[in-house]
């Protein structure tokens, strides 16, 4: 299809000081897990970017010295020579599909851990660590200024011999530069701290020597937070964030702006923000500066986009996440194609694996991290090579995934649903508050599902093992999904316990009658007891959220979204009970016991949910054992795990189906003889 005539802007080129960048199209600074450890799966990820259509593809953070070290998690770094070449491979992939190739250069300053190189942390005053250890930073004096100065000087210079085109300075996320800014972390009395000039002045040297280094040929970039989020304790878009906007306006080749005191905050889930929910604190940065800025906010829709660039918030279209669900959204909205876009659900579990210290995942895209380990491209795969059947039982999110990646390998496929309608966990999961965008998963395949005409879905057909062996098919597929479990074993309690009045979330999905003190317990420790919490609040029920962990949900802290939940609980009027076990159930009350010393205590109950942990729905997969038919359990059928896991679960089978099943290439360094 043609290109709507009304998205032309955001394919016009945009100069950034010496580079012009091909369109608007502005992948922003995101971590990927893989670092200075994984050159060559760092750069592929960055390449499929590129030819995805993003005209700006820009790096995670690079350190650039060996106080900023920020192990276990996965960083890159320019501190000697030796790191060059690495990094040129991701240069080279960027530049091979014609896009503009930028680096965030970075010093964490009291949040870089060090544990690693063991050397000291620095900041601009002394203060304890900002990584929850028992370490404290020394205070910065003016020769470690100058050294830092430097570094960063140093790190540029690399870079640009690594052919990079946009070089950053970082002064955002609560990083080095940023504590220099905030007078929440510079309580200083020399020239580098005091009145907001002075507080600025590393920020804007930092710049010249950027500039002054390599920007005769590399675009200098800054990265800033113009809100913290603190309020006026801290620097705020209404003032402060105004203020050094105005200041070094005309210095940078372009303006990266965002929300910080956290990274949570700049990557708000769907769940705790909208789309384009940062518009509000950014905004009034075009108007101070002639320079091109660039934004996020997690967008997805063209005609949002076109509507920030005609609006004057931003030159660019900025995006971390929803260039991770859809590397090719640039390309599908060029070719006519938006409706194929495989829009971000805003879940942040890529979040969770860079929090993780492990390879970027996603839920929508079960390809990204896997485009060199594993040689997955998201646009394409190779065709079966025989013309055969597949039967998927199932339309949840493994089997629709299942299915559609079989029909693109050219297999004859047929989905097969016992209910009425698609979406297995995702039609009550959908429901629970702020989670509306995940039925992106389920809507994106069946929509490209539609697309294929070897493939034919049949909802309300429940099948019996009978069925499926009359049916004949080449492939069996299983993805029966699985149910939450009444016996109360989960993280915690190991062994099943008794508890025949308790509900599970599949009887509050079910419309099960829900009566006096609602208490909710907690042995899972991912998004279901919290939402549940909140949603039943919200009907006006007396909510306790028993949980084994320390704080609710506690998971979600890997998802930057347990302050959010917390806070929103709190405000909702549910009563917290952390560490604490579910020992019994009474008429009238359960009996709950601290998981440290054991000591017990009641609490008023009229209704129990259980949400500790999930089974595998297995009565089909055990009748068809006794038939002799064989069939490939996939998703949450084979192991109940987050919609991710089940998809990529799904995918792997259907991608891998005729191939050997091979360990995925790991990175090493190259033999040496000694």
Not at 123 to 130: F, R, S, T, Y
Not at 431 to 450: F, K, N
Not at 474 to 501: F, K, M, N
Not at 632 to 647: E, F, N, W
Request: charged share 20%; net charge negative.
């Amino acid at each position: 299809m043609p290109r709507n005539p009304s998205y032309d802007i955001l394919f016009q080129p945009v100069r950034i000081g010496p580079v012009t960048a091909p369109n608007r199209f502005y992948q922003t600074p995101h971590a990927t897990g893989f670092g200075w450890q994984r050159p060559q799966s760092g750069a592929a990820l960055r390449g499929v970017k590129a030819e995805g259509g993003w005209g700006v593809v820009c790096t995670e953070y690079c350190s650039i010295h060996p106080s900023s070290d920020d192990s276990p998690y996965a960083f890159l770094t320019l501190w000697d020579d030796s790191d060059i070449a690495p990094l040129a491979l991701t240069a080279e992939a960027i530049h091979k599909h014609g896009a503009l190739a930028g680096i965030e250069l970075w010093h964490g300053g009291a949040h870089a851990s060090n544990r690693m190189t063991r050397v000291p942390g620095i900041a601009p005053d002394v203060q304890p660590a900002l990584y929850h250890l028992p370490a404290t930073a020394r205070a910065m004096d003016l020769s470690d200024i100058r050294d830092f100065r430097s570094w960063q000087r140093a790190a540029a210079i690399r870079a640009k011999q690594a052919g990079f085109d946009i070089v950053y300075v970082y002064a955002g996320h609560d990083y080095l530069p940023f504590q220099f800014l905030s007078r929440r972390t510079n309580h200083r009395g020399d020239a580098y701290g005091g009145s907001l000039e002075n507080r600025v002045r590393l920020l804007r040297e930092m710049i010249e020597d950027t500039r002054d280094a390599v920007g005769d040929t590399c675009a200098v970039a800054v990265r800033l937070a113009v809100d913290e989020l603190h309020g006026p304790d801290g620097i705020t878009s209404e003032g402060e964030g105004r203020e050094i906007i105005a200041m070094l306006a005309e210095l940078p080749d372009l303006w990266d702006v965002n929300v910080a005191g956290a990274l949570g905050n700049d990557s708000r889930s769907a769940r705790f923000s909208p789309e384009g929910f940062q518009e509000a604190n950014v905004a009034f940065v075009k108007s101070l500066t002639t320079k091109p800025v660039v934004s996020v906010g997690r967008f997805t829709s063209p005609d949002r986009m076109v509507s920030q660039i005609k609006r004057g918030i931003q030159d660019f279209i900025g995006a971390a996440r929803p260039s991770i669900a859809d590397p090719f959204l640039p390309q599908k909205i060029r070719e006519g194609r938006e409706d194929e876009i495989r829009e971000c659900i805003g879940c942040n579990i890529c979040r969770a694996a860079n929090n993780e210290g492990v390879g970027l995942r996603c839920t929508q895209n079960p390809t990204m991290g896997e485009e060199w380990r594993r040689g997955w491209h998201p646009e394409r795969i190779a065709t079966y090579p025989r013309r055969e059947k597949a039967l998927v039982i199932g339309g949840g999110p493994a089997g629709l995934e299942a299915a559609l990646t079989l029909g693109r390998r050219g297999l004859e496929v047929t989905l097969a649903e016992a209910g009425t309608a698609l979406g297995g966990r995702l039609l009550h999961e959908a429901t629970l508050p702020g989670l509306q965008t995940w039925m992106r998963v389920r809507d994106w395949r069946v929509h490209m599902i539609g697309k294929l005409s070897n493939l034919q879905i049949f909802p309300g057909s429940r099948m019996e093992a009978a069925d499926i062996a009359e049916f004949g098919a080449d492939h069996v597929v299983l993805a029966t999904g699985s149910r939450w479990r009444r016996d109360a074993v989960g993280v915690y309690a190991i062994r099943p316990g008794a508890y025949p009045q308790a509900l599970t979330p599949d009887d509050i999905f079910a419309g099960a009658q829900v009566t006096g003190p609602v208490v909710i317990y907690d042995d899972e420790h991912y998004f279901m007891a919290g939402a549940l919490a909140e949603r039943l609040a919200g009907q006006g029920h007396a909510v306790h959220y028993v949980t084994t962990a320390a704080v609710a949900s506690s998971w979600t802290a890997l998802t930057n979204e347990q302050d959010f939940l917390q806070a929103r609980l709190i405000e909702a009027g549910v009563s917290i009970h952390p560490l604490k076990a579910l020992k019994g159930q009474a008429s009238d009350h359960i009996t709950l016991s601290c998981v440290y010393t054991g000591c017990e205590e009641a609490l008023p109950c009229g209704t129990l949910v259980l949400a500790t942990g999930r089974l595998p729905e297995l009565g089909l997969w055990t009748a068809l054992a006794a038939t002799g038919v064989q069939a490939t359990r996939v998703g949450d059928c084979l192991a109940p795990s987050s919609i991710a896991d089940a998809v990529h679960s799904a995918h792997r089978f259907a991608r891998l189906l005729g191939e050997p099943d091979l360990p995925p290439r790991r990175e090493r360094a190259p033999e040496r003889p000694y």
